[in-house]
């Protein structure tokens, strides 16, 4: 939620699926054209099977709006079957497939128990709401998504709670009993000290009555919660731990530069209490945290220890990557940053940082609408671009569709296209979506139809991702800008990655992020002789030889030693 309003599977990769995506036509059609064989292509791939062993906290991760998602009963609201009914669209838990999306962590927006369609202000953090379905229905998607080797995490929103919380109601009760003069007393109440109220009018506050005030910086319906509490915070550990005891794998924590107005460092403080927290319990859960600022004050925040805060830098239509695929910054500025913070973060948290790049999500104006008169090519490279970057990479559901969806939050939020009616793929679970939505035609269509064509912005997302999977230095590495390859309209560096097992896989990417064929010389890089990955948006070929790559307009290549 933004201030201020209202992601395991083996990384195995045996096949090259699809002529624009992965090395059919796009290396050529003979040997001849590259001067590699498909069964070379594929063999170099075979080889980094196995680096993956352990993922480090380090995914690629699935956000679902459920209320959107999927509909199981017919209500026309997503809910918590449909998406355990649709987990092999994410990831079937076979790594020999392709038909999935190969993703190997999910992150559900809000389930608790709540009034709004969006229900980031809680009623219950210990019960599932009745429109998503029951416990019983959550114990069940998150075993489904486990025998998949998927893992689960929550979205909490702990800087607040619902105006509706019983917590709430009682307290606003009892301070509208008091008598004038009359000074609030937690003994009488004790949850009269869960949240802040005042008896003069400030910035950030709604009125209660004609004599009272309490802190609100969303809104009047969701009341801030006083983190200073000692009570407030072992309630808060009470719903971790009730968490994690169900076996989930981490959480998304919402809005944290709000816990604290204007008091970074008490926000830092308590998000490294939370982690301390969490990480008692269960050491390996991850940790990711929403702070919607400037990258060098949310870098800060790794400080915390917690693992991962969401890379804003690189999102939305006037971030990095959105940036770059425009031309309005050149293909240097964007490995330029991805060096930057790599070294920032590192510099801030050493041991335990890892990036959280996305490129859209729940309050940000879908990406069809990033590029003007774009024929999908843009919306390709740039979710390429995000999936190329180090750390978790989040991708928001609908995105690897190229969905359509701007202006008010709801429009932000609507409901996945599986197909265009009833009677289609899947046309079973198809949501309504939010009420308030305006009616929006999706600019690249449906999943149906994207399925069926082979140059899909879905069908080049689906081998952008098994890409990243393939090789864990995409993920894993540390980036080296070769200045041979990188200027306005082409960059190329290096991801440096070692397991502790001795294990190498050190990659060359070379993007070309304009809209015509570029022809670079690698001889400054002749030990990266292997090409063993491509990602093209249409059927133009890359050609390597003896040194000399032509890569088509918004084509990637990786290459090994």
Not at 306 to 321: E, K, L, R
Not at 430 to 454: F, I, N, R, S
Request: glycine share 8%; proline share 2%; aromatic share 12%.
């Amino acid at each position: 939620m933004k201030n201020r309003k209202l992601r395991r599977r083996s990384a195995r990769f045996t096949a090259l699926v699809t002529a624009t995506m992965l090395l059919l036509s796009g290396c050529g059609s003979s040997k001849k054209d590259n001067g590699k064989s498909m069964e070379k292509l594929n063999s170099s791939l075979t080889e980094y099977e196995g680096l993956t062993a352990e993922d480090n906290k380090i995914r690629t991760t699935y956000e679902v709006f459920v209320y959107s998602f999927a509909d199981s009963n017919g209500d026309g609201i997503g809910d918590l079957n449909g998406l355990t009914a649709n987990l092999d669209y994410i990831n079937d838990g076979d790594p020999a497939t392709t038909e999935d999306l190969g993703c190997t962590e999910i992150w559900v927006m809000p389930i608790f128990s709540s009034p709004t369609y969006h229900k980031y202000d809680t009623t219950d953090y210990e019960a599932i709401d009745s429109q998503y379905g029951t416990m019983e229905d959550f114990d069940r998607l998150l075993d489904e998504c486990h025998k998949r080797g998927v893992k689960l995490i929550l979205d909490i929103a702990v800087n607040h709670t619902s105006s509706e919380h019983p917590w709430f109601v009682q307290a606003a009760d009892y301070i509208k009993s008091l008598a004038d003069g009359e000074e609030p007393d937690a003994s009488k109440c004790k949850y009269a000290s869960y949240y802040n109220f005042s008896k003069d009018a400030h910035s950030g506050y709604e009125m209660l009555d004609t004599r009272w005030y309490y802190e609100a910086r969303f809104w009047s319906g969701m009341p801030d919660l006083n983190l200073d509490n000692p009570e407030v915070k072992e309630e808060i550990k009470n719903i971790l731990y009730f968490w994690l005891d169900k076996g989930v794998d981490g959480f998304r924590l919402d809005a944290v530069t709000s816990y604290y107005t204007e008091d970074k460092q008490c926000s830092i403080d308590f998000i490294a209490w939370l982690n301390e927290t969490v990480k008692t319990k269960k050491s390996d859960a991850y940790i990711v945290g929403e702070a919607w600022t400037d990258q060098s004050i949310y870098s800060e925040y790794y400080s915390s220890g917690a693992d991962s805060f969401f890379d804003f830098n690189f999102s939305g239509q006037d971030g990095v990557i959105a940036s770059v695929v425009r031309g309005n910054k050149k293909a240097s500025y964007y490995a330029e940053q991805l060096v930057k913070e790599e070294e920032l973060y590192k510099s801030i948290a050493p041991d335990t940082a890892i990036n959280a790049p996305f490129y859209t999500n729940h309050d940000m104006a879908r990406s069809a609408g990033y590029y003007a008169s774009d024929d999908g090519s843009k919306t390709k490279l740039a979710g390429a671009l995000n999936l190329m970057m180090t750390g978790n990479a989040f991708i928001y559901y609908g995105e690897e569709l190229g969905m359509k969806g701007s202006g008010k939050d709801e429009n932000k939020r609507l409901a996945f296209p599986w197909c265009a009616d009833s009677s289609g793929a899947n046309g079973e679970y198809l949501c309504k979506g939010p009420a308030d939505a305006d009616k929006v035609t999706q600019k690249y269509g449906t999943l149906e139809e994207q399925k069926k064509d082979e140059y899909s912005i879905y069908n080049y997302y689906k081998e952008a991702i098994r890409v990243r999977n393939a090789f864990p230095a995409i993920s894993k590495g540390k980036t080296e800008i070769v200045d041979s390859l990188t200027g306005d309209k082409t960059c190329g560096f290096i991801r440096k990655y070692s397991e502790d097992t001795g294990n190498t896989g050190d990659v060359l990417i070379v993007i070309n992020t304009g809209s015509e064929t570029e022809k670079l010389d690698l001889s400054d890089v002749s030990e990266y002789k292997n090409l063993a990955a491509i990602l093209t948006v249409n059927k133009d070929k890359v050609t390597n030889k003896n040194g000399k790559l032509t890569l088509p307009a918004y084509g990637i290549a990786v290459f090994t030693k």
